[in-house]
């Protein structure tokens, strides 16, 4: 059975770090990964999608890269700001469970300004 | 852009009420899901629908059914709310294809009192 672990649960950081989140997924067999964020009481907003055959995705000041042999992925954030202050999940698509995502339980993210 | 609407963003119910949440999405695609989130156990799928009038059960399907008539639109049906039930109910639709990215509504927080 798939299973997703993010690490840290939470983070706390001051404004203009550049930090690193860590998902890591039990089975290799995925189609790909994706990251979210959300906000308190709110849904999940995409950020960014990672074929199994991509090694990293970039959008702005957000990196995620992929190695899908070790079970890894990173969601690398530059300069961080005050509203990336949010929940960041990650998901994968397995290949046995077709198009259900198996999430994590996400990284609590606060940004101090 | 993808566009994912949930009927409601905050609902209250008595227990043993009928209560529909509905969702709606603009974007033609096949597949359509319900999650449930709650504190520490993250999102589990309820249930997931990959065409119209076809529906899979999730991982926890128990005092739920679905309804989907029109391809855009998904309903979560909780035959007679319980307090058990109180929480936050996320949509998800997906293009066919495992390759694709998932979007997300808004959410809704049910409280069933």
């Not at chain 1, 957000?62 to 999940?89: E, F, V």
């Not at chain 2, 629908?49 to 979560?76: N, T």
């Amino acid at each position: 059975k798939q299973e997703v672990t993010q690490i840290p649960a939470a983070l706390s950081v001051p404004e203009g770090e550049n930090l690193v989140l860590n998902c890591s997924f039990t089975d290799s067999a995925i189609y790909n990964l994706q990251w979210f964020r959300q906000d308190p009481g709110k849904g999940l907003t995409s950020l960014l999608l990672i074929q199994s055959s991509q090694r990293e995705q970039t959008s702005g000041r957000l990196n995620a890269s992929l190695d899908k042999s070790s079970g890894r992925s990173t969601l690398y954030i530059a300069a961080s700001q005050p509203g990336d202050s949010a929940t960041y999940l990650c998901a994968v698509c397995h290949m046995e469970y077709g198009n259900k995502l198996v999430f994590g339980a996400g990284t609590i993210l606060r940004v101090k300004s | 852009d993808v566009k994912v609407t949930q009927s409601s963003r905050y609902l209250v119910k008595r227990t043993g009420e009928k209560v529909f949440l509905e969702c709606v999405q603009d974007m033609d695609h096949e597949n359509m899901f319900w999650y449930r989130q709650d504190p520490g156990l993250g999102l589990r799928l309820i249930y997931f629908s990959y065409d119209v009038k076809m529906k899979e059960k999730g991982d926890i399907p128990e005092g739920y059914s679905v309804s989907r008539e029109k391809k855009e639109r998904f309903s979560l049906i909780l035959e007679s709310a319980s307090t058990n039930q109180t929480s936050m109910y996320l949509c998800a639709s997906r293009e066919m294809g495992a390759h694709t990215e998932a979007f997300f509504g808004q959410g809704t927080r049910l409280t069933v009192v």
